[in-house]
């Protein structure tokens, strides 16, 4: 059974970072083929693809955020994160992560997501 | 980057009517592989997000058959038949033949 599940701070201050933790099981990332992808979800801005990290270390941005971000991963403790400089109230947003399917481009399954506030 | 519309924002219905949700694409979504790269997700409150849909027609395991995925090219439909009370829910469309990928805006299935 695959489940994934986010952690984070809950809220922090403009111009903070951002660090986001992505827990998982039922597949490894050490798999040819897997990959786990970060999508946030605001009010204003609906569902946005962020990025997304492969078995073999690749990584691919939003260019719209490319300068802010950093996906990395800890295959022995099936874990995913991601780092957002600079945050913004803009960033405020439900965070989510979720598998890739290795062949089907879907993203398959997805966590509860966390809340991120940004506020002063 | 490619951009999806759906037009609707909300569409009402009544359980056990058929309702179709549309998502455009701004250029064709299909791959060299003969397949389109398109899915469609179901979101409900106080539950994950789900996968319905890939490949523009393909049921994930375990969706009931009420589900039809349909379209090609840059045109795309997610059919819904007989409308059951756990349908209600927000709709997406997602594209991953290019990055960055892109979602549509949603379309919330309400009761009339």
């Known amino acids: 059974q695959v489940t994934l599940k986010e952690s984070g701070p809950g809220i922090l201050q403009p111009s903070q970072t951002l660090s986001l933790t992505c827990s998982f099981s039922?597949?490894?990332?050490?798999?040819?083929?897997?990959?786990v992808v970060w999508i946030r979800q605001s009010s204003g801005k609906g569902l946005e693809w962020l990025a997304n990290?492969?078995?073999?270390?690749?990584?691919d941005y939003n260019p719209s955020l490319k300068n802010r971000l950093t996906i990395s991963k800890d295959t022995s403790n099936n874990q995913v994160f991601l780092r957002i400089t600079n945050m913004d109230t803009a960033d405020t947003a439900t965070y989510y992560c979720?598998?890739?399917?290795?062949?089907?481009?879907?993203?398959?399954?997805w966590g509860q997501g966390v809340m991120v506030t940004v506020s002063s | 980057q490619i951009m999806l519309t759906q037009q609707a924002e909300s569409l009402w219905i009544s359980p056990g009517e058929r309702v179709s949700i549309t998502c455009r694409a701004s250029?064709?979504?299909?791959?060299?592989?003969?397949?389109?790269?398109l899915s469609w997700y179901q979101q409900r409150p106080g539950q994950t997000t789900k996968a319905l849909i890939y490949?523009?027609?393909v049921r994930t395991d375990g969706v009931p058959t009420r589900f039809i995925g349909s379209g090609s090219g840059t045109e795309f439909t997610l059919s819904i038949e007989h409308v059951q009370p756990e349908d209600f829910a927000i709709y997406y469309c997602?594209?991953?033949?290019?990055?960055?990928?892109?979602f549509g805006a949603g379309t919330k299935l309400e009761l009339k």
């Open positions: 979720a598998r890739r399917h290795v062949y089907y481009g879907l993203f398959d399954y």
């Open positions: 039922g597949f490894s990332l050490s798999t040819y083929g897997m990959c």
């Open positions: 990290i492969w078995w073999n270390d690749s990584q």
């Open positions: 250029q064709s979504l299909l791959y060299t592989d003969g397949k389109h790269y």
């Open positions: 490949h523009a027609s």
């Open positions: 997602l594209q991953t033949l290019k990055s960055p990928y892109t």
